[in-house]
C-alpha cells in the first residue's frame, strides 16, 4: 500500500492562531473551514476495484457556507488527479470537483487538499488497481473479457456478423451467427470447362478431375473432350494396333480406318526388359539386341557357402536383414547376417563347427536346423535363445534330408514339426510296421505336453516319436502330438494356421484339437511324394493332385498342358499357389513324344493351373533337352511367374533370372559372371543369390525395381513348407 503523508495543517493552524492572538475564545481568530468557510462531501472517497490501466472519475461536493465568494485551490496525490488547479465558490454556493484515479496494480490511499486561507478542507482518497487475467475465448464467434467484480473472465458470444473462419476451404466470407457458430458461403469451383468435374475438397479447395468421355466401338477412333463442345471422337494416330499384329502384317489404324497392312519395319514387338531392350520387326521377324548379362547392386564376397556335401543351402530374411548358414572347409560353419543392401552383421560360428540349415526367421529369432533337433538364434547377435532336440526328422528312405518339409511357421511364430522314429524304431517307421497307420485307425487320441519351462539341452534327445511337436516361438515349452507310425511326408499351413499332414499309407488329412484332444482325419489316397503346398482353398500334393482342404474332396489332377499324348511327369516342387497365379513344373519330352521319358530326351516346363477345376491355362519350356540344372526360386509377378534357374553346361555353369505370362518368355537375363548358386531369396524388390565362382562365395542382390513381385506362396523347396501362405 502507497500512502502520501498527512499534510502539515497543524503547522498552519498554529501560525494563524499567532497570528489570531487567541486560542481559547471565539473571536477574529481562526475560524475551521467547515463552519464558517466551506466544506466537503464526503468525506472520504474510495473508488473500490479499478482495472488496471483505465481511470475511474468520481465528485466531491463542496458547499460554501461564507456570504462572499471563496477562491480555493485544488491538489491531488497521485495516482490520483483533480480537474483544474481551483475552484471558485459562489457566497453560500455549491461546486463540484471531478476525482480521477489512475489504476494501477495493487491498493494505494492519497488526501485532495482544498485549501482557501485560512480555511482548508481535506478529502482521503483510497482505491484499488486490480490486474486483467489472460482471456482466451472458447471459439470462435465467442468473446472472453475479464470482469473487474470478480477477478475471472467471462465468455459471451460475439456480436453477430462478426467475421470469423468457417475452418473450410470450400467456404468464403465467413460470419459469426446470432448461435455462435462461423457460418459462409459455398466456394463456386466452376473452371469453365465441360470437359472436366468440379468439387471442392475441405482440405484441398476447388479440384478438377477429367470426365471420362465413351470409348468408340472403332478402335481407330478415340475419345476426346473440348472445353467448350463436350465429348467427342477423333482418329487414333495412324499406325496404332487394332487388331491381331505380328511381324508381318498386322491390323493397323490408318485415317481413323483399321486396315491390314504390311507391319512396317521398326514397329515394338516386345518389351524391353532388365537384361534385355526392346525387339523391334526387322523384314517381318522380331528382332531383339543380345541379351546381356544382368549385372548385381552389390557383390560381398563372404568366407564360406550354404552347399555343403551336395545339401543345398536356405536364404531367410527378417526384420529387412538376410540370415544364412555358411560353411568352409577350414572355418567350419557358421550363422551369417547381412543388410538388405549387402554390408555384413555378423557371422558367428557354431558351437559345435558343424554343418546347420536356417530354416526360416521371425521377430523372435532365427530358427536353425541341426542334426539332432532345432536351435534358435537371436537375429540381432546370434546369441543362443534355445534348443529343441530330437532324434531326426523322418524321412521315407531313411537318409538324411533338409527336413524342411516337415516344418512349418505359423502366424504367431510357432513352429509345427514332424518329427520321425527314434532311431531304434526306425527300420519299422519306415516299413509302416504292423498297421502302417491304414485310415481305419482315424479317431481322437490324447495329446502329449511336454514341460512348459526352458528345454534342457543337456537332458538327450527328447521321447518323439512319430509326432507332431508344436514348439513355442521362443522355443521354451512344446506339446507332443503322437501320430500313428509311417511318420509324415510333409506338412504346410493355411492362412488360419489349420495343419495338414501328408503322410505316406493314408495320404492328405488335417490335424485339428478340441477341448477332447486332437484328431487327424485323412483324406487318403496314399502319397508317394512329398510336395504339398495349400492356398487359394486347395492342397497341391506331389505337384499334381489337388484338393479341397475344407473337406477333402479330391478336385482333381493337373491336365496334360501341351499335346494329347505329351507325357508329363509332375515335379513336387517348388511350387506357387498364391492370390494371383498358380504354377508347377514337370518333365517332358516333347520332340518325340516318349514315355518313359529318357534323360537326354527331357525338357523342364513349367504350367499355370487353376485350383477351382485342376485346369492347364498354359505351359512354357524352361529348359530345352537334355536340360541339366534345377529351379532355385519361383515368386509370383502380377499374375505370371518368375524363376532364378541353375543351368549346368560343359561350358561353364549359368544362373539365369526367367519371367513366364500366358505362355511366352518374357524374360531370360544371366546373371553377370555366371557360377553355381548355392541359394536365393526374392525379398521386396531384389532377388537375393549366394553364387559360387572359381572356389570363392559371394552374397549379391539384384535390383528388380518395377517388377510386381508378389512373396505368397510356396516358392521353396528346402525351406521351412509354412513360411509363406497365399497371402504376403
Not at 21 to 31: A, E, V
Amino acid at each position: 500500500m502507497r500512502a502520501r503523508p498527512p499534510i502539515a495543517r497543524h503547522a498552519v493552524l498554529l501560525a494563524l492562531t499567532a497570528f489570531a492572538g487567541c486560542r481559547c475564545h471565539p473571536g477574529p481568530g481562526l475560524r475551521s473551514a467547515e463552519t464558517l468557510g466551506f466544506r466537503a462531501t464526503p468525506g472520504e472517497l474510495d473508488f473500490g476495484r479499478v482495472l488496471e490501466g483505465t481511470r475511474k472519475t468520481l465528485e466531491v461536493e463542496v458547499v460554501s457556507t461564507s456570504r462572499a465568494p471563496i477562491a480555493a485551490a485544488l491538489r491531488a496525490d497521485p495516482p490520483f488527479h483533480v480537474a483544474g488547479a481551483s475552484l471558485e465558490l459562489p457566497p453560500e454556493g455549491v461546486a463540484r470537483i471531478e476525482v480521477a484515479f489512475d489504476a494501477d496494480d495493487g491498493d494505494v490511499q492519497g488526501e485532495l487538499e482544498i485549501s482557501a486561507p485560512p480555511f482548508l478542507a481535506a478529502v482521503q482518497l483510497r482505491g484499488t488497481g486490480v490486474a486483467p487475467l489472460p482471456c482466451v475465448p472458447a471459439g470462435q464467434c465467442h468473446v472472453s473479457t475479464f470482469d473487474v467484480g470478480t477477478g475471472a473472465c467471462v465468455d459471451a458470444l460475439a456480436p453477430e456478423g462478426t467475421s470469423c473462419d468457417p475452418q473450410s476451404l470450400c467456404l468464403v466470407n465467413g460470419r459469426c451467427s446470432s448461435e455462435g457458430t462461423c457460418e459462409g458461403d459455398v466456394r463456386s469451383c466452376d473452371d469453365g470447362d465441360v470437359c472436366t468435374a468440379d468439387f471442392c475438397s475441405a482440405t484441398y479447395g476447388c479440384m478438377h478431375r477429367m470426365k471420362s468421355c465413351p470409348a468408340s466401338r472403332n478402335p481407330c477412333l478415340v475419345a476426346t473432350c473440348d472445353p467448350v463442345d463436350g465429348c467427342g471422337l477423333a482418329a487414333a494416330p495412324d499406325l496404332s494396333v487394332c487388331g491381331s499384329v505380328d511381324c508381318i502384317q498386322g491390323h493397323l489404324c490408318l485415317s481413323g480406318a483399321c486396315v491390314t497392312a504390311p507391319t512396317p519395319d521398326g514397329f515394338p514387338c516386345a518389351p524391353a526388359t532388365a537384361c534385355q531392350g526392346a525387339g523391334t520387326c526387322q523384314s517381318q521377324e522380331c528382332v531383339r539386341p543380345d541379351a546381356g548379362e544382368l549385372p548385381p547392386a552389390f557383390h560381398l564376397a563372404i568366407s564360406g557357402g550354404p552347399a555343403q556335401d551336395g545339401d543345398p543351402g536356405r536364404l531367410v530374411a527378417s526384420g529387412g536383414n538376410l540370415f544364412a548358414e555358411i560353411c568352409s572347409g577350414d572355418a567350419g560353419c557358421s550363422l551369417g547376417s547381412w543388410t538388405a543392401n549387402g554390408f555384413e552383421r555378423f557371422v558367428s560360428p557354431s558351437p559345435d563347427g558343424q554343418l546347420r540349415r536356417a530354416i526360416t526367421a521371425s521377430p523372435q529369432g532365427v530358427w536353425v536346423l541341426a542334426g539332432d533337433g532345432l536351435e534358435l538364434y537371436s537375429a540381432v547377435d546370434a546369441a543362443p535363445i534355445s534348443r529343441v532336440p530330437f532324434s531326426a526328422l523322418w524321412t521315407s528312405d531313411g537318409g538324411g534330408t533338409t527336413g524342411g518339409e516337415r516344418i512349418a511357421l505359423s502366424s504367431t511364430g510357432e513352429l509345427w514339426v514332424a518329427v520321425g522314429p527314434r532311431p531304434q524304431d526306425a527300420d519299422a517307421g519306415a516299413d509302416g510296421g504292423d498297421d502302417a497307420g491304414s485310415p481305419d485307425d482315424a479317431g481322437t487320441e490324447d495329446a502329449g505336453t511336454g514341460d512348459a519351462g526352458t528345454i534342457d539341452a543337456d537332458a538327450g534327445p527328447l521321447p518323439f516319436s512319430d509326432s507332431l511337436v508344436r514348439i513355442s516361438s521362443d522355443g521354451g515349452s512344446w506339446t507332443e502330438y503322437p501320430l500313428w507310425q509311417g511318420g509324415a511326408l510333409a506338412l504346410s499351413l493355411d492362412v488360419g494356421d489349420r495343419v495338414y499332414v501328408l503322410r505316406p499309407a493314408d495320404g492328405l488329412g488335417r490335424f485339428e484339437e478340441d477341448d477332447a484332444g486332437f484328431r487327424f482325419e485323412p483324406w487318403g489316397p496314399p502319397a508317394a511324394s512329398s510336395g504339398l503346398a495349400i492356398g487359394r482353398g486347395v492342397a497341391l500334393v506331389g505337384g499334381a493332385a489337388l484338393f479341397d482342404v475344407d473337406s477333402g474332396t479330391p478336385i482333381g489332377t493337373l491336365r496334360d498342358a501341351g499335346e494329347e499324348g505329351e507325357p508329363v511327369y509332375p515335379l513336387p516342387g517348388p511350387v506357387l499357389v498364391t492370390r494371383t497365379g498358380s504354377f508347377a513344373l514337370y518333365r517332358s519330352c516333347t520332340t518325340p513324344y516318349v514315355d518313359p521319358c529318357a534323360g537326354d530326351q527331357a525338357g523342364l516346363w513349367i504350367r499355370s493351373f487353376e485350383p477351382a477345376d485342376a485346369g492347364v491355362s498354359w505351359a512354357a519350356e524352361v529348359m530345352a533337352p537334355p536340360f541339366r540344372g534345377w529351379v532355385e526360386e519361383m515368386v509370383s509377378v502380377d499374375g505370371g511367374v518368375g524363376l532364378v534357374t541353375q543351368v549346368l553346361g560343359d561350358g561353364g555353369d549359368e544362373v539365369r533370372i526367367q519371367g513366364f505370362y500366358g505362355g511366352s518368355k518374357y524374360l531370360d537375363c544371366p546373371v553377370q559372371g555366371g557360377g553355381r548358386i548355392g541359394a536365393a531369396l526374392f525379398e521386396g524388390s531384389f532377388l537375393y543369390a549366394i553364387i559360387e565362382r572359381d572356389g570363392g562365395w559371394s552374397l549379391e542382390g539384384f535390383d528388380l525395381t518395377g517388377a510386381p513381385i508378389d512373396t505368397s506362396g510356396w516358392p521353396a523347396a528346402n525351406g521351412a513348407a509354412g513360411t509363406r501362405r497365399e497371402r504376403p
